[in-house]
């Protein structure tokens, strides 16, 4: 249990390391024809 609790603070560690902040997104979408529809995902990020 102590390895799976050390492990897991270790890999949470490293990919907070390698984290980005979202500054603002946009979700935006067309609609083509009958059921069909665009989606256009953006996202700002702050490397």
């Not at 979202?22 to 997104?25: D, L, P, Q, R, S």
């Given at each position: 249990m102590k390895k799976l609790i050390i492990s897991t603070v270790a890999l949470l560690i490293t990919i907070s390391a390698f984290a980005t902040h979202?500054?603002?997104?946009d979700i935006s979408y067309t609609h083509l024809w009958g059921n069909a529809y665009r989606f256009t995902v953006r996202t700002f990020t702050n490397t």
């Open positions: 979202n500054m603002f997104g």
